[in-house]
DNA sequence: TCAAGATTGATGCACTTGCATAAATTTTCT
DNA sequence: AGAAAATTTATGCAAGTGCATCAATCTTGA
């Protein structure tokens, strides 16, 4: 009988695993909606969060939780997407410190005509890979990685 | 009875999972080692791959396809490692265009220096939120992703 | 053999990210 | 209420990444 180690190698392996497969396939995916002329996920993943989003807007530490990024990321990324007309930036009501941040129209228009790209790279780079049940195999495994 | 859409809504969810969760966990592992005032994974991942090769080297070609990293990242990465002194750059002697990569004995040290560290890392913010099973669930689902 | 094409690796440039920290509020606690 | 602590957002600067492209070599195939 051998003692267990701290931590299996089968545990490691499965996080490094996690990482490559992810990496890479995110890879490709970008590199799909860049040939189309669109662009970086985390632009449309900022949309698709304010427009779902009552009133379609949101503060920016909100869109900092759910997206899991840092702070100082979310503050460029708003930028961009305000410089390019995608957003609007308001003074929060409530909050003082805060902004309150809106999709425009053009941001719901590219919203759109990004999707059927996205959906085709996804579908492509991850879906066509995948076993039926492997999806809600990884909602359930990688839930428990978000707490 | 619905259609079956193009893309089910679950695998779209579990896509967008797996990036939000391993890209959150990257990140913390991270700043962990960061904490302890070492290098970014990359570093460690490269030495690993050197250290259990023949030789204790390989093309960066070869570095490129084992970490799923994109060619200008691996070349930029290796001057790093070499201006640390973890590696070090020797003419290939098979082929003319080609350089050969090898771990120094400081490489070595810095893997082993590194791993309690990253090994801790991992099972805090990955191992310990797991079930049984779900470290070889993963494995088998991401590594077909990864063909 | 030798020209056309593919592979290997590096690099200039623009853009993005990370870090540390600032500035303005808001919240908490006494 | 008022001081101390926490929260929200922005930003200067250094470091890393992506893109396009180059130069050198190797491989193919007529």
Redesign the pocket.
């Known amino acids: 009988m051998s003692k267990s180690t701290p931590t299996p190698p089968a545990a490691i392996d499965a996080w490094a695993r996690l990482q490559r497969a992810s990496g890479a396939v995110l890879?490709r995916v970008?590199?799909r909606l860049?040939a189309d002329g669109f662009p970086?996920l985390?632009w449309y993943d900022v949309l698709l969060e304010l427009s779902r989003a009552e009133d379609r807007t949101l503060?920016?530490?909100?869109i900092?939780k759910r997206m899991l990024?840092?702070?100082?990321?979310?503050?460029?990324?708003?930028?961009?997407l305000a410089a390019a007309g995608y957003i609007e930036?308001l003074k929060?009501p409530e909050?003082?410190?805060?902004?309150?941040v809106r999709v425009t129209s053009e941001g719901e228009a590219l919203l759109k005509a990004m999707w059927p790209c996205y959906q085709a790279a996804v579908e492509a780079e991850f879906t066509n890979h995948l076993e039926p049940g492997d999806a809600e195999t990884l909602w359930d495994v990688l839930g428990r990685l978000v707490r």
Request: net charge positive.
């Open positions: 890879a970008e590199t860049k970086p985390g503060r920016p530490v909100e900092e990024l840092a702070q100082y990321n979310v503050s460029r990324l708003l930028d961009r930036k929060s909050d003082g410190r805060g902004v309150s």
